[in-house]
C-alpha cells in the first residue's frame, strides 16, 4: 500500500468459521494491524526519532565520568537501553510475535522503506541476493563490534548501528519500490531474525483452497505490496515475514495464525533448512556469539596474549605490542586506561575465531552422527534439519550474553540483583530442554524407536557442548 494511502477494503468475500478464542483473536489482530497502517506509520517515526536521540546524543557530550549513572547520565542511559533492553528484547520479541519488531518497529526497515519510496527503483544486483549474507554480515558486525568494544563507547556504537542505517537508506533508495530490499538480503540481523522467528507461536498463513476459489471469482484485481518481497502464495514460514499485517485477509486466504511454539522447525524443517541456516545458528548463534562475550572474561585470552607476547618479545619485534590503531578500527581511549594494540587486536581475532571453531565442531558433530543413523552419509539435509532444533539453545544463549551488559551496569549503579544466577540457569535449563523435545519431534519425522532414541541420546552431546560456553561465563569464570 502506498504511503499515506486509506487502508484498502476488506478483501474478506465473506467469513469463515474460526476454530477458537486465540485464532479469532488473532486474525482480528492482523486485520487490526492492516487498517491501521498509518499509525503503524506514525509509530515507526517515534522509533525513528528515539534511536536518533539515543545512537548521536552521546556522542554530542564527554564519556561519562565516574559517578555517572544509568539515570544522570545519557550515554550510560543510552547503553543500557540499547544493549540491556532494547536488543535482548528485539530478540525475545522474535520468540513470541516473530519479526513484529521489523514490521511495527524497526526504525531500519521504516527508513529503507520510506527512501525505497522515492528512490531509483533499480532491479536488484544479483550479488545482493547471496545467500550466504546474513552469515557473513553477522560474523563480521559481530566481530568488528568487539575490536572496538561497541558496547562500551557511544562512537563505535554510532559507526555500527548508525553505518548499518544509512546503508539501509542508501539501498532503499537504490533498489526495490517499496519495498524493504536491505531488510530482505543485507540486514545483518536479518537471519538470525529468519531463524528465531520460526519458533514463534504466531505466523501469517495462506489457506491455499481459499486463495484459489477467490483467485477464481476476482482474478487479479487487488494486490498487495509485501515490502520484505515474501512471496504471499503459499505463505506459511515465519522466517521472512515482518508481520506488518498488510496481508492479512488477502483473497479471503490470509491470516494471523496460532501455532504450537517451535512447530516451524519441525513441520518445514526438512524441505526449508539450508547449510547457510546450520552455519548461522551453530557457527555464527553458538560459536562466534559466545566466543565474544567470552573473551574478556576468559583467563585462556590472557594466556594466549601473554604467549604470543614472550614469542613476540624473545623474536625482537616489538612494534605489535606498541601500535595503536583509531577507535574506530581499535578500542583506543587512553583517558580511560583502555587501549587495544595491535597484539591485542590479534589475539581477539585468534581466540574468537579458535572458540567458534571449537565450538562447532563439538557441537555439529554429535549432530552430523544423530543423522548417520537417518540416512547416507552424504545427504546432509536431515543434519540441516537437526541443527534447527538448536535454535532455543542458541537464542537464550545471545539473550543472557547481551543481558549481562544489563546486569554489570546495574551492578555499578549498586543493585544487587541476587536472583540473577537462579535465573539464567533457569533459562538455559528451559531453552536446553526446549532444545531436546525438538530434537525428539524432528528425529520423529525419520525414524522410530531405538533408533530415534539412539539418535536424541546422541545429539544430546550437541545441546550440552552448546551450554559449556555459558557454564564457563556465568559460573567458572
Ligand atoms: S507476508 Fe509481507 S505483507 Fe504479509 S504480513 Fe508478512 S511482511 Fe506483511
Redesign the pocket.
Known amino acids: 500500500m502506498p504511503d499515506g494511502a486509506a487502508p484498502p477494503p476488506t478483501f474478506f468475500a465473506g467469513r469463515r468459521r474460526r476454530p477458537g478464542f486465540w485464532a479469532t483473536r488473532l486474525a482480528q489482530a492482523g486485520e487490526w494491524l492492516r487498517r491501521h497502517q498509518r499509525a503503524v506509520r506514525r509509530l515507526q517515526w517515534g522509533v525513528v526519532g528515539v534511536y536518533a536521540v539515543l545512537l548521536i546524543g552521546p556522542n554530542l557530550i564527554p564519556l561519562p565520568g565516574r559517578a555517572a549513572h544509568v539515570w544522570n547520565d545519557l550515554t550510560l542511559f543510552a547503553q543500557f537501553i540499547f544493549w540491556g533492553i532494547w536488543w535482548p528484547g528485539v530478540l525475545l520479541s522474535m520468540l513470541v510475535f516473530g519479526r513484529l519488531w521489523c514490521?511495527l518497529l524497526c526504525p531500519e526497515g521504516a527508513l529503507s522503506e520510506a527512501a525505497s519510496r522515492r528512490g531509483r527503483g533499480r532491479a536488484i544486483p544479483r550479488w545482493m541476493r547471496w545467500p550466504g549474507w546474513p552469515f557473513a554480515a553477522f560474523v563480521m558486525t559481530t566481530i568488528y563490534g568487539q575490536f572496538v568494544s561497541v558496547y562500551q563507547y557511544p562512537g563505535p556504537a554510532l559507526v555500527i548501528l548508525g553505518g548499518s542505517t544509512l546503508a539501509a537508506i542508501v539501498v532503499g533508495y537504490l533498489y526495490g519500490r517499496n519495498h524493504r530490499v536491505w531488510c530482505r538480503y543485507l540486514c545483518p540481523v536479518n537471519g538470525v531474525f529468519g531463524l528465531l522467528a520460526k519458533l514463534a507461536p504466531m505466523h501469517?498463513g495462506a489457506d491455499m483452497a481459499a486463495w484459489a476459489r477467490v483467485a477464481a471469482d476476482q482474478g487479479r484485481t487487488t494486490e498487495?505490496t509485501?515490502?520484505?518481497l515474501?512471496a504471499?502464495r503459499g505463505?506459511d514460514s515465519a522466517s521472512p515475514?515482518?508481520?506488518?499485517?498488510?496481508?492479512?485477509g488477502f483473497r479471503d486466504a490470509?491470516e494471523l495464525r496460532p501455532r504450537a511454539p517451535g512447530s516451524e522447525v519441525v513441520r518445514l524443517g526438512g524441505q526449508t533448512a539450508t547449510p547457510w541456516d546450520s552455519l548461522l545458528t551453530i557457527t555464527g548463534l553458538m560459536g562466534v556469539a559466545p566466543a565474544a562475550f567470552l573473551w574478556s572474561a576468559s583467563p585462556w585470552f590472557i594466556a594466549l596474549k601473554m604467549w604470543l607476547a614472550t614469542l613476540l618479545v624473545n623474536a625482537g619485534i616489538l612494534w605489535p605490542l606498541q601500535t595503536r590503531l583509531p577507535w574506530w578500527l581499535l578500542t583506543d581511549y587512553p583517558g580511560r586506561n583502555d587501549v587495544m594494540t595491535l597484539l591485542d587486536g590479534a589475539t581477539l581475532l585468534i581466540f574468537i575465531l579458535t572458540a567458534a571453531a571449537v565450538l562447532t565442531l563439538t557441537i555439529a558433530a554429535p549432530l552430523l552422527a544423530a543423522a548417520r543413523l537417518l540416512g547416507p552419509a552424504r545427504d546432509l539435509r536431515r543434519f540441516h534439519h537437526l541443527a534447527l532444533a538448536l535454535l532455543p539453545l542458541a537464542a537464550c544463549g545471545v539473550i543472557l550474553g547481551l543481558s549481562a551488559q544489563t546486569v554489570s551496569l546495574l551492578h555499578a549503579d549498586g543493585l544487587r540483583l541476587l536472583w540473577v544466577p537462579e535465573a539464567r540457569a533457569t533459562a538455559l535449563a528451559f531453552s536446553a530442554a526446549w532444545s531436546l523435545l525438538l530434537l525428539w519431534q524432528i528425529l520423529g519425522r525419520y525414524v522410530s524407536g531405538v533408533r530415534r532414541a539412539a539418535a536424541t541420546i546422541i545429539g544430546l552431546a550437541g545441546i550440552l557442548a552448546g551450554l559449556a560456553p555459558w557454564l564457563l561465563l556465568f559460573w567458572v569464570w
Open positions: 514490521g501469517y498487495v509485501c515490502a520484505p515474501v504471499l505463505l515475514c515482518h508481520m506488518c499485517g498488510r496481508c492479512a490470509i
